[in-house]
């Protein structure tokens, strides 16, 4: 039987078989043993082209994916598995591959959705203005539907009246606070709601009121009373913590301007 070195005659093939699975010797050596009968390593070497040491292990390797089958004969004979039953093995591991890797990397996304979950519950303390108006900056931009802010007058600074005055008309705005504003401070669509009553009940101190700040009802930061110099506030998209702002805003909103 002559023996042809065809390495360079494989066309596209054996680029198709590395993209099943196969190593650039594996599909040598499968297309090699296609053209024959069968062949020992030596002549695999002379008609594939891989070195002569690689042979055993790559057919090992083949006949562990199903691709070759071994004589019991001396010297050892190996012949190639027909094309349509060797492809389907490459197939069918590619599938047995394909589940496992889907398995790990779902248990992987789902080890995300745990911290993000955790991470949702977390409560964020802010210090200092900036860092403060910054946080705010970031909640209004990228509100989509509701704003709501209830705070006393001195809270609302210049920033966070340029802050919402950028906010989309799409989105409602809902401003409780005491004091008054400019004319041109606020956009027509924010609802103005003064709580100079709920002060002088009782209700609220506004000296030491807090401020609210909420986005599309998922995100809150609490500005705390403190030394203006050095203020903080707690930030949080923590559903819990969310709802204590959501119902004391509705119980307000029922109990004195409905």
């Known amino acids: 039987m002559p023996m042809v070195n065809t390495a360079k005659n494989m066309g596209p093939v054996k680029e198709h078989l590395k993209s099943l699975g196969l190593t650039k010797y594996e599909a040598l050596v499968y297309i090699a043993l296609l053209r024959v009968e069968s062949a020992s390593a030596t002549e695999i070497h002379e008609i594939s082209g891989v070195p002569r040491a690689s042979v055993y292990p790559v057919l090992d390797k083949l006949m562990k994916k199903g691709l070759v089958s071994v004589s019991n004969t001396t010297p050892k004979r190996f012949d190639a598995a027909p094309?349509?039953?060797?492809?389907?093995?490459?197939?069918?591991?590619?599938?047995?591959?394909?589940?496992?890797?889907?398995?790990?990397?779902?248990?992987?996304?789902?080890?995300?959705?745990?911290r993000e979950e955790k991470k949702q519950e977390m409560i964020w303390t802010l210090s200092g203005r900036e860092n403060i108006e910054n946080r705010i900056s970031d909640m209004f931009s990228n509100a989509a539907s509701s704003v709501i802010i209830f705070a006393s007058r001195?809270?609302?600074?210049?920033?966070?009246?340029?802050?919402?005055?950028?906010?989309?008309?799409?989105?409602?705005i809902d401003l409780a606070t005491n004091g008054i504003f400019a004319p041109g401070d606020l956009p027509d669509h924010v609802r103005v709601r003064s709580i100079e009553n709920l002060i002088d009940t009782g209700l609220l101190q506004g000296d030491q009121m807090a401020g609210v700040f909420i986005a599309d009802r998922e995100r809150v930061l609490l500005r705390?009373?403190?030394?203006e110099t050095t203020p903080s506030a707690l930030y949080s998209e923590s559903p819990a913590f969310l709802?204590?702002?959501?119902?004391?805003?509705?119980?307000?909103?029922?109990?004195?301007f409905s």
Do not use: C, M
Not at 224 to 227: E, F, K, S
């Open 154 to 172: 001195d809270l609302i600074t210049p920033r966070i009246l340029d802050l919402i005055a950028q906010i989309p008309g799409t989105v409602s």
């Open 243 to 256: 709802q204590l702002f959501l119902n004391y805003w509705n119980h307000i909103i029922t109990s004195f």
């Open 224 to 227: 705390l009373n403190g030394d």
């Open 83 to 114: 094309p349509d039953e060797g492809v389907e093995h490459l197939l069918r591991q590619i599938e047995l591959d394909a589940t496992a890797a889907k398995e790990e990397l779902v248990a992987i996304y789902r080890s995300r959705e745990d």
